[in-house]
T-cell receptor, first 116, second 118 residues
Framework: AQTVTQSQPEMSVQEAETVTLSCTYD???????LFWYKQPPSRQMILVIR??????QNATENRFSVNFQKAAKSFSLKISDSQLGDTAMYFC?????????????FGDGTTLTVKP | GAVVSQHPSWVICKSGTSVKIECRSL??????MFWYRQFPKQSLMLMAT?????????EQGVEKDKFLINHASLTLSTLTVTSAHPEDSSFYIC??????????????FGSGTRLTVV
């Protein structure tokens, strides 16, 4: 079974600053994907970024980037130039691929507040 | 982009009645859909995996007779909360796995249903 741990229940950052959200996971699988999802106050889950485990290069999506350390089983999310609209709960998620693939395991979430 | 429509967005029902929640993929086909329950400021708790044309797979501790799931087509899954009680009040979210991408682009989530049982 997989576990995903987000050790920061709450974080805050000043607008335009940079913030990093931590995520660690535990798995015996070698083939998997990792995701960061955002859940703003509307509660609509939105995919922020994804990382294929077989790729060494860290994924980036505009102001969002990850630091993927496979050996350490770490997958942190960096948000640059934080905006007020980034205020949300962020979930790290693990998804196994291959046989019996599909179910995602979510961390407990980090509530991020961007302050003006 | 991929869109999942979830209805209703909120519902209030009387204790003992049943409520049906629909999850529909609008622009893609989904062989698999997932149903989650979420309490305020907590993570998503997977309730069951819904597979088109077959019985749903329920997570441990989830009463399958209470939370009926039907996935009759490649674009529609329904969750029926039977004989609802106040402790069933929660936020329910569905997500759908694109049959073509296999979910490798991430799953698309519905907007959620807030159920209040009075």
């Amino acid at each position: 079974a997989q576990t995903v741990t987000q050790s920061q229940p709450e974080m805050s950052v000043q607008e335009a600053e940079t913030v990093t959200l931590s995520c660690t996971y535990d798995t015996s699988e070698s083939n998997y994907y990792l995701f960061w999802y955002k859940q703003p106050p509307s509660r609509q889950m939105i995919l922020v970024i994804r990382q294929e485990a077989y790729k060494q290069q860290n994924a980036t999506e505009n102001r969002f980037s990850v630091n993927f350390q496979k050996a350490a089983k770490s997958f942190s999310l960096k948000i640059s130039d934080s905006q007020l609209g980034d205020t949300a709960m962020y979930f790290c998620a693990f998804m196994k691929i291959g046989t019996n693939a599909g179910k995602s395991t979510f961390g407990d979430g980090t509530t991020l507040t961007v302050k003006p | 982009g991929a869109v999942v429509s979830q209805h209703p967005s909120w519902v209030i029902c009387k204790s003992g009645t049943s409520v049906k929640i629909e999850c529909r993929s609008l622009d893609f086909q989904a062989t698999t859909m997932f149903w989650y329950r979420q309490f305020p400021k907590q993570s998503l708790m997977l309730m069951a995996t819904s597979n088109e044309g077959s019985k749903a797979t329920y997570e441990q501790g989830v009463e399958k007779d209470k939370f009926l799931i039907n996935h009759a087509s490649l674009t529609l899954s329904t969750l029926t909360v039977t004989s609802a009680h106040p402790e069933d009040s929660s936020f329910y979210i569905c997500s759908a796995r694109d049959m073509v991408t296999g979910g490798l682009n991430g799953y698309t989530f519905g907007s959620g249903t807030r159920l209040t049982v009075v």
